[in-house]
């Protein structure tokens, strides 16, 4: 039987900020490849009934990217830069094109527990309450327990 | 005798954000072109004891940009990315390179007051309230306030 594996979701009480924590069985450089190899990315980011194209993806800092993630004939296109990108953390900007006005800066660092196991912290600041509250209330959990799951198996079947 | 015009500068009570307002004698295109023409930003942007030099700078949706201020010996380096320029508004992001760890979301747009005035609106996102009051107590006023000094005279003189 498998252990399922949540991920932490919290969300700020002070700062309109989302932060997501999971534990993985990877190192902090698999965890580093997996968001910005874009042919690892799209592998497991997001639901598992949506499928990830890349548009273009430059991970470099400065660079910038964009996906969009289908099902059926459903599109949701997804696009930000690469603020910086180096082996301690990730910061980058994200716009679901959907919702143009809405603008997040995350940050992600890879906190190595020793043992081949890291802790991933992933942190969105948006700049309402309103808009940070909208996004938990999506079922945004799904894509993010799904996406990881699928980040875990890469990482055990050694394929980051 | 010149009329002073100062700039609001507004810290939110609710969210980390700094607020900065001020209106010009120029367009909202001449404003846009202040904050994406290299060779005109430079010319305005921060305090009068200060040169700017552009490292590199494409100010396109996805571009990323890099100047250093000088003044003698010393040497200030920002740097950034641009997540969206467009005729509406400007969002990038901010980190001045003496703090790396410091990340802000700028957002800036520019309200049409007609008769050839605009509102200027600049907004900074930060995820902490320390990390932005420490920003406010750091004198950044001088900075702001000559800079958009500089940019007014640039436009009263048909220089943008």
């Known amino acids: ?11 700020d009480p002070k700062l309109p900020i989302i932060r997501l924590t ?20 799209v592998q497991w980011s997001g639901p598992d009934s949506l499928t990830n194209t890349i ?16 099902r059926g004939d459903e599109e949701y296109a997804f696009r930000g830069t ?21 603008v997040a800066l995350e940050t992600l660092w890879f906190e190595d527990l020793g043992d081949g196991r890291t802790r991933l912290h992933a942190q969105s600041l948006v700049d309402s309450f309103e808009g940070r509250d909208a996004w938990l209330r999506s079922g945004m959990e799904v894509g993010v327990n799904e996406g990881y799951a699928k980040l875990e198996r890469l990482a055990t079947e050694h394929k980051i």
């Open 1 to 11: 039987m498998n252990k399922i594996v949540e991920t932490t979701i919290e969300a």
């Open 22 to 41: 999971r534990d993985f069985a990877a190192t902090p450089a698999q965890l580093l490849r997996a968001h910005t190899d874009p042919e690892i990315f």
């Open 55 to 70: 548009d273009y993806w430059d991970a470099r800092t400065g660079g910038s990217w964009r996906y969009v993630a289908r």
């Open 82 to 102: 690469f603020h910086e990108v180096g082996p301690e953390r990730i910061v980058q900007t994200f716009t679901f094109e959907g919702q143009p006005e809405g």
